[in-house]
């Protein structure tokens, strides 16, 4: 996708400085293209990303086993892929799940109640194997990802992209726009996977979640505001002479 894109950005202007943003997976594709432009000696003079996750950073380690034990079996590229997805999977539901029952034990000793109580020892014992599980457990709750969205025959083959997607090294500065009121994957903040990858990754925080910083035009003023003061930096730099 990234490559596809720069054709047309090209076409338009074919050398740099480039200026590129984007949005939640569109900022993914847009660092590629980033790193693609540096990779031809082009430079970016910024990389605007709008809530976007790197978190996937940390399974950099599983897709090498994915594609050892895909070569080992004489699969392809996309074995490997669907291998490493699968697996992926299992670890993030484990995570959201350690995630859930985590804040409810938390809020459960915060706010003791026997009506709170019953219902986290009855599920926390079924997964613990302490007695025979006649329901399945609780899902998380529902991510952004689970949003209800269009589906069509592309649907599936761009979100395993996007979840096979795992940043690589930048060697350039990004500014990450991050809603304050989206609660990052991470607890380490949203840079968590950015900081790395990217030689420097300035968090500015805008309003809003996920949807309504693009959707609601209060917010979108502001987000509008912070990324024209982020190119306008990007610009300066440009004029400003070497050291």
Known sequence: MAADRL?????????GPYILGGYCNG???AFHAGRLL???GEEVAGLLLLNA?????RF?????????ASAWRGEDEAAAQRRFLRV???????EDMARFYRHAAADLLKHPS???AAPFLRKAGRLMGWRPASHAAPAPPATRDDAAVPRGPLTKPYADACGAFIPDKYDAPVVLL???????????????GWDKVCRSCEIVEVPGHHHSCISQNSNVVLVGEAMRKAIATAESLLHSPSP
Do not use: M, Y
Not at 7 to 15: N, V
Not at 88 to 94: E, H, I, P, T, V
């Open 60 to 68: 950099r380690w599983l897709r090498r086993l994915a594609a050892v």
């Open 53 to 57: 996750d790197a978190t996937n950073v």
């Open 27 to 29: 900022a993914l594709t």
């Open 7 to 15: 054709k047309f950005i090209r076409e338009i202007q074919p050398h």
């Open 178 to 192: 991050w809603p304050r009121e989206e609660k990052p994957r991470s607890a380490r903040g949203p840079a968590e």
């Open 38 to 40: 540096r990779a031809a």
């Open 114 to 116: 026997r009506e709170k």
């Open 88 to 94: 992926r999977q299992r670890l993030c539901d484990r």
